[in-house]
């Protein structure tokens, strides 16, 4: 089939980045950030050439190793795996630029390319598979990967962060495993398309509802919803600030979202039952996430508090299942993993150049860091739906979908979170940027020039992502992504006869 | 049946133990033996009554066989959780280094 | 006794591991390289290699073990053993799909058959051999570090 041997590429760029940066950049300083950089900014292409090319074909196959799915391993290209691609493989281009200049200050920089490769390549296989094992094999390596990244300062924090983080989502993934031991005992196959085909003609047994329950532990437990989101607040702040944009801005999302998604819309299919479980879990986290982050004085751990929160938004949104709410929630993750990365590379720079994160101890900074200071505020107002930037036409669109639903109790909720993200953020630019410049920190300067690049293009995006939603734009981006998702599972169908 | 529920009881030690136990270390052996259970839940997905093991050679003839497919699947399993418990022992050694202790609830210094 | 006896275990441990610690290598790399004909493979193998330097470590000490395969040359062979997997994952695009077996099979059950199969054991072989030793000399060496500070 034409053009799907770009399938596997996204699996096998950043392992061979990793690899040979572990084998050549510990020797050459300089190759690390060249390796590093270039392989992500071929990844970054990659993604838009794989959305032209579903655009162009439809959705594409690849079997591994010619063999033919079910029986081999399949790598689906449709238009939400298109979409997430775009997503995680631009905003990790951004960080790995970053990180040119922040991670100069440890030292083992090979490291963290190697490490930091490793989870991308991770994420990019759980979103690429076909297959439901694959995708618990592709998961574990970024969550390994991520495990080690939260360590990687060997601090105190760090450490004690990195245990949780790594006990608790060890236990998930080991829900997922279980889960999809049951369904293989079930189904006998691995093939997602084909699960989904046997589990549609043989009915709603009970145990594909304790695989649901299972999944929901295990993936939730990677997308911090609420009952299971005690580690994010301590794992996201404790990381290097790239990691912790690349965590939060999109592991949680192609981990826990993006698995969710595909299995409970394409693979089992979803019911009422099943959306509204995903909706209350949603809105849980949407208000408790939203309301433990107005206490916060620790910036990064404030933004970790409204990475559940926001997280909550996306799930509300893609559990609604009409089109419009889901169209909303696609459009609310794109734009999250800009925006809260941007945020976290923000108090990255603030980190770099004041060495706190305590906002009692900022003040008057976007004086004497202009840029940072203006992205913050771009990032903030759009996470916090200020009319012109991104963030406000996401919510919206989940706002409307909710009223149209007739969910009125939970689209009050949303409005009413809001307004509190509004005030969260408007203390962080009050705390940070704005008011009268500390003493101490009368002789910091401007970041150096990779972080305020990537720092930029992230702000720029924001700005004009709402023009996503235009109709022109609109079509190639989101809409096949939406499509994968509302049609359910006729994705099964679409799958099987593209194999043939 | 029965030895289904007996792996779910090994399962559930294995969460108790990562609950209820105070010591790092305690903790990384509960997490062990939960995933040691999930595994051998696979293993017993894939067991067929009076199966012979999936070994093909020259000579044995395809029949009867228990399912292999499950088998590889634990492979892979066993693999992961190969470097996720070196990771975590990694980890544990550093916090004793720094803190001193391997008591959970001497370790808490990450609140709010 | 030489100055090789200082450290470790008794004279018994290490008579015998000296013995051994030869046929328990062999013994893996017999595993790696028939693991396409017989159970076994490169990961199983790789493990076995593994224990043979972990075998020296734990009899000898650290010191005699890292003087066979210091960490440097685990990490260069654990990179070097990815590198050439997805090399020949790779490679498997002249045939059109990712991971083909572009090798002739030849016939089944002989040493020289299964295509790429032998020569992905071996870069696994490598991967796991390596990558556990040096975990493990990692793990020591961390120990003897905070019993240092101590």
Request: hydrophobic share 55%.
């Amino acid at each position: 089939m034409a053009g799907s041997g770009i399938i596997p590429l996204f699996v096998a760029v950043p392992l061979g980045g990793a690899f040979l940066n572990s084998l050549l950049g510990k020797k050459v300083k300089r190759l690390t950030d060249i390796i590093g950089v270039s392989t992500s900014f071929i990844l970054c292409a990659l993604s838009l050439v794989a959305l032209r090319l579903y655009n162009a074909n439809g959705i594409l196959t690849h079997s591994v190793g010619g063999w033919r799915p079910p029986i081999g391993i399949g790598m689906v290209l449709d238009g939400l795996t298109a979409f997430m691609l775009v997503t995680v493989n631009f905003a990790a281009f951004c960080i790995a630029v970053y990180s040119i200049n922040y991670m100069e200050k440890f030292t083992s920089k090979w490291k963290f390319y190697t490490l930091f490769f490793l989870m991308l390549g991770g994420m990019n296989g759980v979103i690429i598979t076909g297959d439901i094992f694959n995708l618990f094999v592709f998961l574990e390596i970024a969550a390994v990967a991520s495990y080690a990244l939260v360590a990687f300062g060997t601090e105190r924090h760090e450490l004690e962060a990195a245990f949780k983080y790594a006990v608790m989502c060890t236990v998930g993934s080991l829900f997922v495993l279980l889960g999809i031991a049951f369904l293989y005992s079930y189904t006998s196959t691995l093939n997602m398309a084909d699960m989904g085909n046997i589990l549609a003609q043989s009915g709603n047994a009970n145990i594909t509802i304790l695989a649901m329950i299972l999944f929901i532990m295990g993936f939730g437990l990677k997308a911090a919803l609420v009952p299971f989101h005690a580690w994010l607040p301590d794992a996201h702040p404790s990381a290097p600030a790239p990691i912790s944009a690349m965590l939060s801005g999109v592991l949680i999302k192609s981990l826990g979202v993006y698995a969710i998604c595909r299995i409970f819309y394409n693979v089992i299919g979803v019911n009422e039952n099943i959306s509204a479980i995903l909706m209350f879990l949603g809105a849980l986290s949407m208000i408790v996430g939203g309301l433990l982050a107005l206490g916060q004085w620790d910036l990064k751990r404030l933004l970790a508090y409204s990475s559940i929160s926001q997280i909550g938004y996306i799930i509300l949104g893609i559990g609604l299942g009409t089109p419009l709410g889901i169209l909303g929630g696609l459009f609310h993750l794109f734009n999250h993993s800009i925006f809260k990365s941007l945020l976290f590379l923000n108090s990255g720079a603030i980190e770099y150049t004041t060495g706190t994160r305590d906002l009692q101890k900022m003040g008057g900074l976007g004086s004497r860091m202009p840029l940072t200071g203006i992205t913050g505020v771009v990032a903030s107002m759009s996470i916090a739906g200020i009319p012109p930037f991104s963030g406000f036409w996401s919510k919206l669109i989940i706002i409307i979908a909710l009223v149209q639903a007739g969910k009125f109790g939970y689209a009050f909720w949303a409005v009413i979170i809001s307004v509190l993200t509004l005030a969260m953020y408007v203390k962080v630019i009050k705390y940070a940027f704005l008011g009268k410049l500390k003493e101490a920190w009368g002789s910091i300067k401007e970041v150096p020039i990779f972080m305020k690049l990537s720092m930029g293009t992230l702000a720029v995006v924001c700005v004009v992502g709402g023009m996503l939603l235009l109709s022109g734009m609109q079509g190639p981006f989101l809409q096949g992504a939406q499509e994968a998702l509302s049609e359910g599972t006729k994705y099964v169908a679409v799958v099987l006869e593209s194999i043939k | 049946m029965s030895i289904y529920l007996l792996c779910l009881i090994l399962f559930s030690c294995g969460i108790y133990c990562i609950l209820r136990k105070r010591n790092i270390i305690k903790i990384i052996i509960g997490v062990i033996i939960a995933e040691y259970a999930a595994h051998l839940f696979l293993v017993l997905v894939a067991y067929r009554m009076r199966g012979r093991s999936p070994i093909f050679s020259a000579e044995a003839e395809i029949k009867n066989m228990v399912d292999p497919l499950p088998h590889a699947l634990v492979l892979t399993a066993i693999v992961i959780g190969l470097a996720t418990t070196a990771l975590l022992i990694g980890i544990a050694m550093r916090i004793y280094e720094k803190y001193g202790t391997f008591d959970i609830t001497r370790i808490r210094e990450l609140k709010g | 006794m030489s100055r090789e006896h200082d450290k470790g275990m008794s004279l018994i441990v290490k008579t015998i591991t000296r013995l051994t610690v030869g046929l328990i290598l062999l013994y893996g790399i017999y595993i790696v390289l028939h693991g396409h004909v017989s159970p076994g493979g490169g990961f199983a193998g790789g493990v076995i290699i593994a224990l043979s330097f972990v075998h020296i470590m734990l009899a000898y000490g650290k010191e005699v073990a890292l003087k066979k395969l210091s960490r440097s040359a685990a990490s260069f062979f654990e990179s070097f053993g990815a590198v050439f997997f997805l090399v020949i994952a790779l490679l498997g695009f002249t045939g059109g799909y990712f991971f083909l077996n572009f090798i002739s099979k030849g016939k089944p059950f002989n040493l020289f058959s299964a295509g790429i199969i032998p020569l992905c054991n071996i870069a696994i072989c490598l991967k796991v051999g390596a990558g556990l030793f040096a975990i493990f000399a990692a793990l020591v060496l961390l120990k003897f570090e905070t019993e240092e500070k101590e």
